[in-house]
């Protein structure tokens, strides 16, 4: 994103100047996983039973990362309430959209299910550089969110400059700092771009295609400070290899993996958070019968204590919601992206 030229207080940017710049991709790293459904189980839909045959549960990215890891973590806990097997295809590529579309494009009869990555599809439809008219929300219907993975900020360890987030801050107010994201649209470059909007600061982004690559140029002194997630901060931070001084919560409630790190409410910078959601969703127009098999299976599988302790040892926070409350979380998320994206990521400032 080229920096801005206008008087007006400075705004976070994207720049070419240095070579070590890496201008990510619409994507994120993420994942997928494996398996069968057969199996039986009551259900109130079209068809009756559900499931007859085997469910796809479509992965948009690669395997090994994020939401690969969730993902296998689940499926016996769910392959267990809904009586069978799931399929767990990768579909990486298109910043997640090769997934994303065979999931909407899917006929509405339970069979083709998928996990959703928020915010990091809403550059996918909002960005009208991608052309990807009539799709949003409601192209999906959105079952159960498995995992909020909130937002983190972290510093170098020796950083003699600030060692805190209200240090961070007033630095930043005056003097530019690179940044680091997990590329152009990421929940990482928009949680850098919503403080910035709002608290004034200098942020230079950096965009990277993994959290490990931002890390790595924290820790090699090309970039002052790192947005990641807590899942993937909380081992470094725990290590003493980088210092996270603040959760992207705007709450009081300190993330339970870092019990040590202030929240940015706590910190006195409400109004802003960050998270990367991930969560069960298929085509719209699922038979409510189906939906509401599905989001029992969820419910009770998602809360499972066993699944809950296996995504704690990756330092990922189960939260589960159901069909409604899912929705209104990607809507508010929906609203934020639109906002934020038309200002400074596709809009007519963020070409100044």
Request: charged share 25%.
């Amino acid at each position: 994103m080229p920096e801005k030229r206008t008087p007006s207080p400075p705004q976070p940017r994207s720049f070419d100047r240095r070579r070590f710049l890496r201008m990510g991709g619409l994507g994120l790293a993420g994942a997928a996983a494996g398996g069968l459904l057969t199996g039986c189980g009551a259900a109130s839909g079209a068809e009756g039973r559900y499931p007859q045959r085997p469910i796809q549960m479509i992965i948009a990215y690669a395997a090994g990362g994020g939401t690969d890891v969730g993902a296998r973590i689940l499926q016996p806990f769910l392959e267990k309430e809904l009586g069978g097997q799931l399929q767990i295809v990768n579909r990486p590529g298109g910043g997640g959209w090769a997934g994303w579309n065979e999931i909407v494009q899917a006929d509405p009869d339970g069979y083709t299910l998928g996990f959703v990555n928020s915010p990091n599809f809403m550059t996918g439809y909002l960005d009208p550089r991608l052309g990807r008219e009539g799709v949003g929300p409601d192209s999906f219907t959105f079952i159960a969110n498995q995992v909020t993975d909130y937002g983190a900020v972290a510093i170098h360890p020796d950083d003699k400059r600030f060692d805190d987030i209200g240090g961070l801050m007033a630095y930043a107010k005056k003097h530019p700092l690179i940044v680091t994201s997990t590329g152009v649209g990421s929940d990482d470059h928009y949680a850098s771009l919503r403080l910035a909007d709002r608290y004034k600061t200098k942020f230079d982004v950096l965009h990277n295609e993994g959290s490990s690559d931002g890390i790595s140029d924290l820790l090699g002194r090309n970039a002052d400070v790192v947005f990641a997630n807590v899942g993937e901060l909380t081992s470094h931070h725990e290590a003493g290899e980088l210092k996270v001084v603040a959760v992207m919560k705007d709450s009081q409630e300190r993330s339970k993996y870092l019990p040590d790190v202030p929240t940015l409410a706590e910190a006195g910078f409400g109004g802003v958070e960050s998270w990367s959601s991930r969560g069960i969703a298929g085509p719209a127009g699922l038979d409510p019968g189906v939906v509401e098999r599905l989001s029992a299976a969820c419910r009770t599988a998602i809360n499972n204590p066993e699944h809950i302790e296996q995504l704690g040892k990756q330092g990922l926070e189960v939260d589960y919601r159901a069909p409604e409350d899912y929705l209104r979380m990607i809507r508010k998320d929906d609203k934020n992206i639109r906002r934020i994206g038309e200002k400074y990521v596709w809009g007519e400032q963020a070409r100044q």
